[in-house]
């Protein structure tokens, strides 16, 4: 009788070990390519200084184009500049509704990850069509180079340099 108690609680131990291992590997991301008009979403982006060393990431959906409904965003950074390797960041960007029916959300992420990071778009349908089923089963997701608003305004609060004073009106004299 012993034995076999012994051997269903084996047997029920390998069944919760592989079920808990497996549970990592069950989701399966891909990528989308590139698309000539960004698959029909429409966004802004801002980043800001904020104390210390790091940076207040600001990104509004106003279109969520081909990718409706758009199931989450993270602003992830990886160890090689290809998008490969260890994510280094991996932060969430909670999407809030606004009145005008756009999503907006911002984080907090360090300088130090500013060249390498994207904002990731996750969806778990492309043009109305469910990804969950078939050999390819899995969300999609479209990134988004931090770089793109790096642009749009100095990251540094730093002093200006150079004289504050005025150059001398021109002159309107003919001569």
Do not use: C
């Amino acid at each position: 009788m012993d034995l076999r108690v012994i051997r269903l609680a084996t047997a029920l131990l390998v069944v919760v070990a592989v079920v808990l291992m497996s549970s990592r590997s069950w989701a399966h991301w891909y990528g989308l390519g590139p698309s000539k008009d960004e698959w029909g979403l429409k966004y802004d982006g801002e980043v800001d200084a904020a104390n210390g060393d790091k940076l207040i990431v600001h990104f509004t959906i106003a279109d969520q184009g081909r990718l409706k409904p758009i199931h989450s965003v993270f602003v992830m950074a990886f160890s090689n500049s290809d998008r490969t390797g260890t994510n280094l960041v991996k932060t969430s960007i909670t999407m809030q509704p606004t009145d005008d029916g756009k999503l907006t959300g911002q984080v907090e992420v360090g300088k130090e990850f500013a060249d390498r990071a994207v904002i990731r778009i996750f969806t778990l349908t492309v043009d109305g069509r469910s990804q969950m089923a078939g050999p390819t089963a899995g969300a999609r997701y479209y990134d988004i180079p931090l770089k793109k608003f790096l642009n749009k305004a100095p990251l540094t609060t730093s002093p200006r340099s150079g004289s504050s004073i005025a150059p001398p009106p021109a002159s309107n004299v003919a001569k």
